[in-house]
């Protein structure tokens, strides 16, 4: 059975990068975090990944860890450093991972694309605190490879919520 999805359940993450090589572990963009507003509205208070798409406009095709986070973490790392959390942010707030594997990826003529389909992992939401009908999840970047991106908009995420 097909499903259609509502505007609303597509989600897009552009992280701003410093172009420059990456190492394995590096926090990948200035921000650390990116908080969905609104993943889900009323009473429901689950988010359901279905799948996750990552355009990679320097075609380096490198594994990236998508981290989801039920409330704001406190990111010590900066953009194109070990990315660092405490554990105890980490037993609080981190409530799963999606790995984009190199595998994932399909080339295009300058720039490639990675698409992880059949997700289904149940995501806990928190309340927004400028919307009381409305719940967030957040995320943050973590490189698994060693690419060199060359613009601060070489990756654009997308995420399919249910």
């Avoid at 406190?74 to 707030?93: G, H, L, M, R, Y």
Wanted: charged share 15%.
């Amino acid at each position: 059975m097909s499903q259609i999805l509502r505007p609303s359940d597509l989600f897009t993450v552009v992280p701003t990068i410093v172009p420059a090589a990456y190492s394995a572990g590096d926090q990948i963009g200035t921000e650390g975090k990116h908080q969905l507003l609104n993943v889900v509205e009323g009473p429901k208070t689950i988010a359901l990944l279905e799948s996750l798409v990552l355009f990679d406009g320097a075609k380096q095709k490198s594994a990236i860890d998508i981290l989801f986070w039920n409330s704001s973490p406190t990111v010590a790392s900066t953009d194109n450093a070990p990315f660092d959390v405490t554990d105890a942010q980490c037993i609080e707030k981190l409530i799963g991972y999606v790995s984009i594997a190199a595998a994932n990826y399909a080339d295009l003529a300058n720039s490639a694309v990675a698409t992880v389909k059949d997700i289904r992992l149940p995501l806990a939401t928190v309340q927004n605190t400028d919307n009381p009908f409305g719940r967030s999840l957040w995320l943050s970047f973590v490189s698994r490879g060693t690419p060199t991106y060359a613009a601060a908009n070489d990756l654009k995420l997308w995420v399919a919520l249910q």
